[in-house]
């Protein structure tokens, strides 16, 4: 039954006929995708017994994958594989003799239930995942045939079965559950053979900070980052690491959140962030945001870019005074949006929509003549929460003027406390009191640091200057230098963080403390 089969989704052309399935939004000449039942081959040759049904006839599938030409489908513990090179067949294709290409209908077998999901190809090799085991598709020395498949069982690790893992160079990562949170694994050859896996916790030092159930995971070797997404559905999970030669020498965890964290459209409640996937350097986000307080939502694909030294470049630029790229979610230049006659009102394009109550900020562009580059000004969208426009009103005439426009966010980074570590690396206990602190930053526009110490007020130094760029009569330059941090407290009991919350970089280059440390005990004699 082709109505209960994968469905399969088809790249067009739109050749402007009847032919096309709505021709009303598809023009001619125009790209479209459609997604539709598949032709699948019915059984030619033999009989039940000579031709035996796949194992997934009346039964629910539960996975699919495409591995060496091959179409791959799972159903509970078992897996079945097309004919090769013919995805559509999963029957035999002669009954008097065995052939290699012929499909094979496999199971994967252990002391525990192995219910496969989800498949990844690692090092030419096809692993599936069940939510408590890993198997590798064998062949022995040849090659990927009928009569030498099978299922090889390589690991037993708890995984989530809704989110697919993600490979990256000879790892795979995949997300487990504990409790409330999530973590997640990075299994890798151990030894060098390709059978043999061990995995690593990389959520070990942060086990209660992914919140809820993963159910997506996105990897890209090539900028050495991991973003998952969770069931915590405004924020995006990420994993930044380091390696020289086959050692991590570094890695971090980060968050960013975007909010809200659910919109709700004809009674029922959806996720804002729906996925995210990684492309060359730039991450492409799928977002649901609201267009009204009743019913009306829309999907938009959002990008992040995270090119590493890139610049904003003004299209009418003069000198080369471009120094960075302003920091705006759902950015727009001053090309994308209508200006007012008197300059004032901004109208947003298409269904490009703000809620009442949203603060939205304009950025002057650098190198344009006639303007002040990194002018800013802040206005806050009329209306109240639930209410949506497409239109921001500004105190200042940006009429003639080259700028980019979008929704300011925070960026918040909390230091470790400090602590002193013998040449042994075990921690040394004593009292340290931490008197200040040297922040050295470059090609940076502005950052504050704040400092909430026991029983304190928040205490909050601004660098170089608060409002930095609101209304500016001169060009917003980039600093470098040390800037010095009071916080005259015993290390850990205070909390140290960076913020930035201006559209301009912060790049931070080194951190250091002035303390006195006091031993708690010292020996005689």
């Known amino acids: 039954d082709a109505t209960t089969m994968p469905q399969v989704m088809l790249s067009k052309i739109s050749s402007g006929s009847s032919a096309d399935p709505d021709v009303s939004v598809v023009a001619n000449g125009a790209p479209y995708f459609h997604l539709k039942a598949y ?13 035996k049904t796949p194992s997934f006839i009346g039964n629910t599938i539960t996975g699919i994958t495409h591995h060496r030409g091959r179409l791959g489908i799972m159903s509970g513990i078992n897996f079945v594989m097309s004919e090769a090179g013919g995805p559509t067949n999963f029957w035999k294709t002669s009954v008097a003799s065995k052939r290699d290409s012929d499909r094979f209908d496999i199971t994967g077998r252990s002391n525990k239930v192995s219910v496969f999901y989800q498949a990844v190809e690692i090092n030419k090799n096809l692993m599936l995942f069940s939510e408590h085991t890993q198997f590798m598709l064998t062949s022995g020395s040849g090659p990927l045939s009928s009569s030498s498949v099978g299922l090889q069982l390589v690991s037993s690790y708890e995984n989530i079965s809704a989110a697919r893992p993600q490979t990256s160079g000879f790892s795979v990562f995949f997300p487990y559950l504990k409790g409330a949170y999530s973590g997640v694994h990075r299994l890798y050859p151990a030894g060098g053979a390709i059978d043999l896996f061990k995995a690593e916790d990389v959520t070990s030092q942060v086990p209660k900070y992914i919140k809820g159930k993963i159910n997506h995971i996105t990897v890209s070797e090539q900028e050495r980052l991991m973003l998952v997404v ?3 559905a405004d924020t995006i999970y990420g994993y930044k690491w380091s390696d020289v030669g086959n050692k991590r020498v570094q890695s971090a965890w980060f968050k960013w959140t975007i909010g809200p964290s659910t919109v ?9 962030i729906r996925g995210c996937h990684i492309v060359d350097s730039k991450v492409y986000v799928v977002m649901t945001r609201a267009e009204n307080s009743t019913t009306t939502n829309h999907v938009y694909l959002e990008e992040i870019d995270l090119e590493s030294g890139a610049l904003d470049i003004a299209t009418t ?3 080369d005074d471009v120094w960075y790229v302003a920091r705006l979610d759902r950015r727009l230049a001053s090309e994308d949006v209508t200006i007012s006659g008197d300059g004032l009102t901004i109208t947003f394009p298409g269904d490009y929509k703000v809620e009442g109550g949203t603060t939205v900020e304009i950025v002057y562009r650098h190198g344009v003549s006639g303007q002040v580059g990194g002018f800013r000004e802040v206005v806050t969208i009329s209306g109240s929460a639930g209410s949506y426009t497409n239109q921001a009103v500004f105190s200042t005439n940006h009429s003639g003027k080259k700028f980019y426009i979008g929704i300011p966010y925070t960026m918040r980074h909390t230091l470790s406390a400090p602590t002193i570590k013998s040449q042994q690396g075990t921690l040394i206990t004593g009292r340290i009191q931490v008197r200040r602190a040297w922040v050295d930053v470059a090609d940076s526009g502005y950052f504050k640091s704040e400092i909430t110490s026991t029983g304190r007020a928040l205490n909050t130094d ?3 200057s608060a409002n930095v760029g609101i209304g500016a009569t001169a060009e917003i330059t980039a600093n470098e230098k040390a800037f010095t941090v009071p916080i005259s407290a015993r290390s850990g009991e205070y909390v140290f ?3 930035n919350d201006s559209p301009y970089p912060t790049k931070f280059v080194t951190l ?12 005689f004699g």
Do not use: C
């Open 264 to 272: 709700s459209q004809g009674g029922t409640t959806y996720g804002t």
């Open 317 to 319: 630029a003069t000198t």
């Open 512 to 523: 250091e403390y002035e303390a006195t440390y006091n031993s708690r005990s010292r020996r």
């Open 462 to 464: 601004n660098h170089p």
């Open 39 to 51: 032709d699948w081959d019915a059984n030619s040759v033999g009989d039940s017994s000579t031709n």
């Open 230 to 232: 969770t069931e915590d």
């Open 497 to 499: 963080d960076l913020v």
